[in-house]
């Protein structure tokens, strides 16, 4: 335990915008003007990029109402960025925090965020400079360590699944074969979301393609044939890092100059490629008419007014929770437990060391996918349903005896 500082506050976020990320912010600014050692809240413009310039807006400065709008708005309300600091960045950065009097740093972001806020926890220590350093967790494809599940990934779980609904309609009423391409570069939790809205026994998507699981391609031509074959139709999602059988993702082996972030992370969601080579593969092996082919792209994580409401409550628990805790801690992230599922679900909060977080990706665990690598689980779907909460219902009449 630490004694609480007397100092100002500066809050970023990171990396990819969410559909919840917001109320995590608003989390952070409104139990932060509980505990009088915090005398400001900075919002970083632009994140990391916005601190090296001087560049804060005063959080506190914000009306209620203003906050409330802000915590069911997508995307990054003060700006993101995919900045890599290095050793010098983060000097500038403390000098600026010395400048400022700022104390307590709160990073809402993926595995790269929590790496920032321990680099830059790291250096403040060596520097003699006390910090408090939190990451705020975040992150559609739930690829976080230690946590049971990442704010962000509800919201976009359940993009996945409407989306997928209405995509099963549309291939009913259209018949042929329907692929989509869905984010998830090393883990395949959100590709497996698409499944969530399923009821009826034919219901797409009739496959499901994950990082964690390579495939050739005569491999997912003759799953497809196989659907097309007892169904005359398949729903196909498939996440952006798709394996071949040498473990090579096919996005890259499709990118003849393959454009990378300051992470070193492959740009996979900003092309369409992958969709309409996996279209073509199709087309030219089963010599199926219908082909159709899309790339979800920035639509999953930034879609408004489809947040779910336990991944925004949590979002903003999460917020509040590494404040309380940066009063008592050094650093740290907050993450999850769950300790109740199905109507009973529930779960409780925690703090563990940045460093078991930084830099690190989950995987979507074995019992999750079937046996084949081309499905989910109903653990999966135990697993993920209380975190898109209610999902709608639809109908189809095409189905009926005819008269």
């Known amino acids: 335990m630490a004694d609480a500082l007397k100092a100002n506050a500066v809050v970023g976020q990171s990396g990819g915008p969410t559909g919840v990320i917001n109320a995590s912010l608003v989390g952070v600014i409104e139990e932060a003007a509980k505990h009088p050692d915090i005398q400001n809240i900075y919002g970083a413009v632009h994140a990391v990029a916005g601190m090296v310039k001087d560049e804060f807006i005063d959080l506190g400065r914000v009306s209620r109402e203003t906050l409330d709008i802000v915590a069911a708005s997508p995307s990054s309300a003060i700006g993101t960025s995919r900045d890599k600091p290095d050793a ?18 709160f990073y809402i972001g993926g595995n790269d965020s929590a790496n920032t806020a321990h680099i830059l926890n790291t250096m403040a220590d060596e520097a003699g400079f006390d910090i408090r350093a939190f990451h705020v967790p975040k992150t559609v494809d739930n690829d976080l360590l230690v946590t049971d599940h990442c704010p962000g990934f509800g919201t976009a779980a359940k993009f996945e699944a409407c989306a997928l609904m209405g995509d099963d309609l549309d291939n009913r009423a259209l018949p042929g074969v329907k692929i989509d391409v869905i984010m998830g570069r090393h883990a395949g939790f959100l590709t497996a979301a698409a499944a969530l809205g399923r009821v009826r026994d034919d219901d797409g998507p009739h496959l499901l393609y994950f990082p964690e699981r390579p495939v050739s391609m005569d491999k997912f031509a003759a799953d497809v044939d196989a659907v097309v074959g007892k169904l005359g139709r398949c729903v ?110 529930a779960v409780e909060f925690f703090r563990t060391d940045l460093c078991n977080v930084a830099e690190k990706t989950k995987s979507m665990p074995d019992e999750f996918i079937n046996a084949d690598g081309n499905g989910v689980t109903d653990a999966f779907v135990e697993y993920a349903m209380p975190l898109v909460g209610g999902l709608p219902k639809t109908e189809y009449l095409g189905g009926r005896p005819r008269v």
């Open 236 to 345: 196909v999602a498939v996440s952006e890092g798709m394996c071949d059988t040498d473990g090579v993702t096919w996005a890259k082996k499709l990118a003849e100059n393959a454009e990378t972030d300051a992470h070193g992370n492959i740009q996979l969601s900003g092309t369409g490629a992958l969709a309409d080579f996996l279209a073509g593969q199709i087309k030219e092996k089963l010599k199926v008419k219908r082909v159709r082919a899309d790339t979800f792209g920035y639509l999953q994580r930034s879609f408004a007014g489809l947040q779910s409401d336990v991944d925004a409550r949590e979002a903003r628990r999460c917020g509040q929770e590494a404040v309380k805790m940066a009063m008592q801690h050094d650093n740290g992230s907050v993450a999850m437990k769950r300790t109740g599922n199905g109507d009973n679900y």
């Open 88 to 105: 010098e960045y983060c000097v500038k950065i403390l000098d600026i925090f010395k400048k400022r009097n700022i104390r307590y740093f």
